[in-house]
């Protein structure tokens, strides 16, 4: 199986296992072949699931053991096109990477390290462009992975960035640089789950 993830994105993943005590039994999961949908990427494939709450038509992980949480994710560009990607944490855009080429694929993979409480979603969202995937059984270009490094009984994802706590369905902008923290009010991923939640009724 091939997976790929950049040099910088596996040096933070050693680094930080390193220097943090393992978790005995963390939530994580590895998602692989990846396909568009709408704006957001469906995984065909789950390599690792552990506790993790994943829905991979939309490929959105829910938290339902707060913590401290590595995300690493990757994929590729169709041929002469350009791709640009989003990590998304409740509507809020918190890594963005870029692959684009005007003779062949090119690939583009990131990460982040995120705290969390419960109900707060990340996924990863097309904002430009296709992702290229293989047909082959064996290789895989687009994958998204996450880990839980360490548990917390409080703060979040807004918390830990605007020093409150805060709903994850019905996060607000505060004072902080909006430039920074701005949900994007073109990201439809908490109607999608609704509709998703009314069909299996």
């Given at each position: 199986?091939?997976?790929?993830?950049?040099?910088?994105?596996?040096?933070?993943?050693?680094?930080?296992?390193?220097?943090?005590?393992?978790?005995?039994?963390?939530?994580?999961?590895?998602?692989?072949?990846?396909?568009?949908?709408?704006?957001?990427?469906?995984?065909?494939?789950?390599?690792t699931n552990n506790?993790?709450?994943?829905?991979?038509?939309?490929?959105?992980?829910?938290?339902?053991?707060?913590?401290?949480?590595?995300?690493?994710?990757?994929?590729?560009?169709?041929?002469?096109?350009?791709?640009?990607?989003?990590?998304?944490?409740?509507?809020?855009?918190?890594?963005?990477?870029?692959?684009?080429?005007?003779?062949?694929?090119?690939?583009?993979?990131?990460?982040?390290?995120?705290?969390?409480?419960?109900?707060?979603?990340?996924?990863?969202?097309?904002?430009?462009?296709?992702?290229?995937?293989?047909?082959?059984?064996?290789?895989?270009?687009?994958?998204?992975?996450?880990?839980?490094?360490?548990?917390?009984?409080?703060?979040?994802?807004?918390?830990?960035?605007?020093?409150?706590?805060?709903?994850?369905?019905?996060?607000?902008?505060?004072?902080?640089?909006?430039?920074?923290?701005?949900?994007?009010?073109?990201?439809?991923?908490f109607e999608h789950l609704k509709?998703?939640?009314?069909?299996?009724?």
């Amino acid at each position: 199986m091939y997976i790929l993830i950049s040099r910088a994105s596996l040096c933070i993943l050693i680094n930080i296992l390193t220097v943090t005590d393992a978790l005995e039994d963390p939530v994580a999961f590895h998602a692989i072949k990846g396909g568009k949908n709408d704006a957001y990427i469906s995984f065909q494939a789950m390599v690792t699931n552990n506790k993790a709450k994943f829905n991979p038509l939309y490929g959105v992980f829910e938290c339902e053991e707060p913590g401290l949480y590595l995300f690493i994710f990757s994929a590729m560009s169709k041929l002469e096109s350009d791709l640009r990607i989003s990590l998304r944490v409740n509507r809020v855009p918190v890594s963005t990477v870029f692959a684009g080429s005007k003779t062949s694929y090119n690939s583009a993979s990131g990460s982040a390290i995120l705290s969390l409480s419960v109900k707060d979603i990340v996924y990863l969202f097309v904002e430009k462009g296709e992702i290229y995937e293989s047909n082959q059984v064996n290789r895989a270009y687009t994958s998204f992975s996450g880990v839980q490094l360490s548990k917390s009984k409080n703060g979040g994802f807004l918390s830990s960035l605007i020093g409150r706590d805060a709903s994850a369905e019905f996060a607000t902008n505060s004072s902080l640089n909006k430039s920074v923290i701005e949900t994007d009010q073109n990201d439809r991923i908490f109607e999608h789950l609704k509709e998703m939640r009314k069909r299996l009724v």
